[in-house]
């Protein structure tokens, strides 16, 4: 009787532990397949290795998670659909928003949305999204199929170009002590410079540094409207804590919650004041974009 009894136990713990997760996806970049850090997970808090498994048990508990990216970085979009699923197989999915997406997109995603759910075929998804070229089709749109025939919604955090062109001209006032302080507009207008090879008018970076933020402050008005538990995919340096979305989250109210995970290419640290976790994957070749201008 007493061994029955183990053997039920044991049986509904098994019932009851977390399923398995798929294994990681192998590394598509050509670089660092030799360095150190390949393949570590970071808690940048303790400094505490994680097993993937155990970054998606802390992150399973937040009710906002914002994933930082390179955007060229196959990689980091393996990675990405990694986590997606793994966060769904461990609890229910509230919505998935996407820096790719602009607001004036919304009503195609939903369409798109309702002619899957009913079985339509849809011979050309990018055409049927209006999808950006500046985002290339090839890396997204596994995230993008995926997402679009689960329960949850796909959400658009980015602006559209008409209100772009608006902040661009008006640079309207942005509201917030923790976005506006000096210690995060500075960095944010040197890494505008870095960007554009130190070629953009001086008159020119005030209205730049007004979209960047505009968009960071979107991004979070959106966390805050989307179900929970929500992710977001952008960017880098819109997801970092001390200079993009979780200042404007805090702005509006919600300064807790939010968990910030950065997947990094080895070679390029990310700190404890950037981010809750850091993933260090593969890396493409280094590549000088300013070249061109020289």
């Known amino acids: 009787m007493r061994t029955l009894f183990f053997a039920l136990l044991l049986l509904l713990t098994a019932c009851q532990s977390p399923p398995a997760l798929a294994p ?10 030799g360095h150190a850090n390949l393949g570590q997970i970071i808690d940048l ?7 993937p498994e155990q970054l998606v048990a802390h992150l399973a508990k937040a009710p906002r998670v914002l994933v930082g990216e ?3 970085n196959p990689d980091h979009h393996a990675l990405q659909l990694w986590l997606l699923r793994a966060l769904e197989a461990r609890r229910g999915q509230g919505s998935l928003l996407l820096e790719m997406l602009a ?3 919304q009503p195609q995603v939903e369409d798109v949305k309702q002619q899957l759910r009913e079985g339509l075929q849809i011979a050309d998804l990018p055409k049927a999204l209006e999808w950006s070229n500046g985002w290339p089709w090839a890396l997204y749109g596994p995230i993008v199929r995926h997402a679009l025939v689960q329960d949850y919604p796909l959400r658009a955090a980015n602006l559209d170009r008409a209100e772009i062109m608006t902040i661009y001209r008006k640079q309207s006032l942005l509201r917030g002590e923790a976005s506006t302080a000096a210690a995060v507009q500075e960095p944010l207008l040197a890494q505008i410079r870095e960007s554009h090879c130190d070629k953009l008018p001086i008159s020119q970076l005030p209205a730049m540094l007004a979209v960047q933020q505009q968009r960071d402050r979107r991004m979070a008005e959106q966390l805050l409207k989307a179900p929970q538990p929500a992710m977001l995919f952008a ?3 819109h997801v970092r804590r001390d200079l993009g979305v979780p200042l404007h989250l805090s702005d509006l109210g919600e300064p807790d919650g939010a968990q910030v995970l950065i997947l990094s290419e080895v070679g390029k640290p ?7 976790y850091v993933w260090y994957t593969a890396a493409l ?3 000088d974009h300013c070249a061109r201008f020289r």
Do not use: K
């Not at 990681?24 to 397949?33: D, L, M, T, Y």
């Open 235 to 237: 960017g880098a340096f």
């Open 285 to 287: 070749p280094p590549e």
């Open 70 to 72: 390179q955007h060229d």
């Open 45 to 51: 808090r303790s400094g505490a290795r994680l097993t």
């Open 103 to 105: 607001n004036s997109q």
């Open 24 to 33: 990681v996806p192998v590394w598509q970049s050509p670089e660092g397949r």
């Open 270 to 276: 990310v700190t404890a004041e950037q981010a809750d």
